[in-house]
């Protein structure tokens, strides 16, 4: 008996011609079923034909070398298939090849099967994102913590921010700086008046006009405003 080999276009193929004799009839032989060995390689598998057979890949694997010739022993062989070659996944996941297969990953603050990838609202989806103090803002994959007005982040923390250390003079010259949690206050000093447009005290202190005031000074003297003062002048 004669055998022969070739690879069969577009499957992945060793066919083998062959038939046992019964009598004065030839019957096939299933090649696929050979009790010592079987004719395909690793991660394919075979179908019987009349005559021959032929070798199919796994999903997931394929063939490699386009001839095959009928040597004891030889036989044609499956490769893995690079599925992420053909970027299966969501632009955002991460492709894994597998043997025979891939997976597909959502990447750190999505969620999805990873076919498709939806951003987590962490700020929503977390017990507590940020420090009490904070406001938390969600991004793509991510969130963020902002410290409120009057604070500053340290860490995961906020602290107060002592405004009246800060070098660029938070209040008016004629004003003391009083530093509170979160804020600070500008207390015009003696003899001044905070502006009606004041913000915090630091949009300015005006003089107090104490002569306009009921006898600002005694007997028959004339009053002097002066900055933050005033000053009397006798006269007779």
């Not at 103090?133 to 923390?157: D, I």
């Not at 003696?190 to 005006?206: F, I, L, M, P, Q």
Request: with cysteine.
């Amino acid at each position: 008996m004669e055998a022969t080999c070739a690879f069969v276009i577009p499957d992945f193929p060793a066919s083998v011609t062959c038939f046992i004799l019964n009598g004065s009839e030839c019957q096939d032989m299933d090649e696929c079923h050979d009790p010592d060995d079987t004719p395909c390689p690793e991660n394919s598998f075979c179908n019987n034909t009349v005559g021959s057979f032929f070798c199919m890949c796994s999903p997931g694997y394929k063939p490699i070398s386009l001839v095959c010739t009928n040597l004891p022993g030889e036989r044609q062989a499956c490769i893995d298939t690079n599925e992420c070659y053909y970027s299966p996944c969501h632009p955002l996941a991460r492709c894994w090849n597998t043997p025979g297969s891939y997976l597909c990953q959502c990447p750190t603050g999505f969620t999805g099967n990873g076919s498709w990838c939806k951003d987590v609202d962490e700020c929503v989806a977390l017990p507590t994102p940020c420090h009490p103090l904070a406001q938390c803002h969600n991004t793509p994959g991510s969130f963020v913590c902002v410290c409120k007005e009057g604070f500053m982040s340290v860490g995961t923390l906020c602290v107060d921010i002592d405004e009246c250390l800060q070098t660029d003079g938070q209040c008016p010259s004629v004003a003391t700086c009083i530093n509170y949690v979160g804020g600070f206050q500008c207390s015009c000093n003696h003899g001044w008046d905070a502006t009606s447009e004041n913000e915090h005290g630091k949009g300015g202190c005006v003089d107090v006009d104490e002569c306009v005031s009921l006898l600002p000074c005694p007997g028959q003297s004339s009053c002097v405003n002066l900055p933050g003062s005033h000053a009397s002048e006798n006269w007779c």
